[in-house]
């Protein structure tokens, strides 16, 4: 869904460039998350896009949720570990 609309796809790859410069950029709105999600991680696109990762050592992340907040926040507690969903 993320892939078939122009203007958002473009403003996530934004998003990603700034989090890959600097993932504490304000821009992001980069924050833990808590609860069943509690060592995951989500940034903002859009005031509803939300990219969900996790942290795999030291210096990478693995992306798991691209969409919307609502729908990005119902991630499995244990996503695999090859999950990238993109979610509207």
């Not at 990603?16 to 600097?22: A, D, E, G, V």
């Not at 609860?35 to 990762?53: C, E, G, N, Q």
């Amino acid at each position: 869904m993320i892939t078939q609309v122009p203007t958002i796809r473009k403003e996530v790859e934004q998003c990603i460039q700034w989090f890959r410069n600097n993932p504490s950029d304000t821009r992001l709105r980069n924050h833990a998350l808590h609860k069943k999600l509690a060592d995951k991680w989500a940034f903002s696109v859009t005031d509803d896009i939300r990219i969900v990762y996790e942290r795999v050592g030291t210096n990478a992340v693995r992306f798991l949720a691209i969409g919307g907040h609502t729908m990005v926040y119902r991630l499995p507690a244990t996503p695999s570990t090859r999950s990238l969903q993109a979610t509207g």
